[in-house]
């Protein structure tokens, strides 16, 4: 079968609305050369289409037209590398998603310690930023919340006390063993998340959470204020780690 052939056949696998890069086509490094000028043929007939160097989409046609790949779509080829996730989207967009803010922002940021790149995809801006640890499957949600504490002053037409109940809602849902790795990670995030960290933990009232609070509290430093713009009215345990 010519490689023309071949490639369609792959591409007729494909899901409507799926993001897809050559690599997932099983094309040879000595194919590329006859797969470019192939993936240009089924452009120009529409079977695909392409959203940058590289990356092409499968279109999604209905009654109403072409249906757009989503967001977390359009962004795949940068969250994961060879089927292995190594970023998140994070920032407004990550905060708009959680119900935080009502904001829809003109950019949207992916954390990942591998990929740097400021890109755009139609009229999507997307942008990326440097996660504090190595991004995997495993640790990404405890990463997205840690992202929230980390930003909570900074997010845009955000109910401070709705924030506090949603965060809180995610927290108690987690076990002793997630709650553990939630702190490891908290460790590499800037002081102000630990200590709002550490003041949710802390009004659990938990016993084995007592451990994990200790934890927290030995990194930070006693004589910091952290102007959160959270009262003791929102969070009763504000206070005992210096938040305001």
């Not at 037209?65 to 590398?81: D, S, T």
């Amino acid at each position: 079968m010519k490689l023309t052939g071949k490639i369609k056949k792959r591409i007729d696998k494909i899901n409507e609305g799926t993001v897809f890069k050559y690599q997932q086509l099983g094309i040879m490094p000595e194919e590329y050369p006859a797969a470019t000028k192939a993936i240009e043929r089924l452009i120009a007939r529409k079977a695909i289409k392409r959203i940058s160097t590289g990356i092409f989409y499968k279109p999604r046609e209905t009654v109403f037209g072409e249906i757009r790949p989503g967001e977390k779509e359009l962004l795949k080829p940068y969250l994961f590398k060879q089927n292995k996730r190594i970023g998140y989207i994070t920032g407004t967009s990550l905060y708009n998603q959680m119900g935080l803010t009502t904001q829809i922002p003109r950019i949207i940021k992916f954390a990942s310690r591998e990929k740097r790149l400021s890109t755009r995809i139609g009229d999507i801006q997307i942008k990326s930023v440097k996660s504090y640890v190595d991004v995997d499957s495993s640790n990404y949600f405890f990463l997205e919340i840690l992202d929230m504490l980390k930003d909570f002053k900074r997010i845009p037409d955000m109910d401070k006390s709705m924030a506090i109940k949603n965060i809180m809602a995610k927290l108690m849902g987690l076990r002793a063993a997630h709650k553990q790795q939630l702190v490891k990670y908290a460790l590499k995030y800037p002081p102000r998340a630990r200590a709002l960290l550490g003041a949710l933990l802390n009004t659990m009232k938990s016993q084995n959470d007592a451990s994990l609070l200790k934890k927290i509290k030995q990194g930070l430093n006693p004589l910091t204020i952290y102007d959160l713009g959270i009262s003791k009215g929102i969070l009763s345990t504000a206070s005992n780690w210096n938040i305001k």
